[in-house]
């Protein structure tokens, strides 16, 4: 099932979203959500959701820099997760990225999360560790 990617600025959806996948990694890590750094970061991403049948299901929020586009979050309603909606989210990444000129994507993804066999799928390789996070990069062909 295809979604439909379009651009959002509800910013609650999106913290609701986060939220809900990040909880039991931020408790397994020791960390606290931090609400201040939410709000500033939210104001420097372009924001998507991915809806189907009219509801909402994901969040993408992306950002580039003159070298790379970054994958700042991808979340998919644990429901909808395994159902090919982060792979459609990630090449609407790389469609973007194209059009700009750019060929490379990075994002960051905590070690214990299992979406890294997602990336690792999608051709992203791991370039450092550090602090519990992987930080993964691919290039566009």
């Known amino acids: 099932m295809t979604p439909i990617i379009r651009p959002t600025n509800d910013k609650a959806f999106a913290e609701k ?5 990040m909880s039991d990694y931020y408790q397994q890590l020791g960390m606290r959500w931090n609400p201040a ?29 003159g070298n790379a586009y970054y994958i700042r979050e991808l979340q998919i309603d644990r429901t909808w997760q395994r159902q090919g909606l982060g792979t459609t989210a990630i ?6 990225a194209q059009q700009s000129g750019i060929r490379l994507l990075r994002l960051r993804v905590f070690c214990i999360n299992p979406a890294i066999a997602l990336y690792e799928r999608m051709g992203f390789r791991v370039c450092k560790t550090e602090g519990g996070t992987h930080y993964m990069e691919r290039r566009i062909l």
Do not use: M
Not at 37 to 64: M, P, T
């Open 17 to 21: 979203i986060i939220r809900q996948n």
């Open 37 to 65: 750094l939410f709000d500033k970061d939210w104001g420097e991403l372009d924001s998507y959701e991915l809806v189907i049948n009219a509801s909402r299901v994901g969040l993408l929020c992306i950002n580039h820099d």
């Open 91 to 96: 090449r609407y990444t790389e469609e973007i």
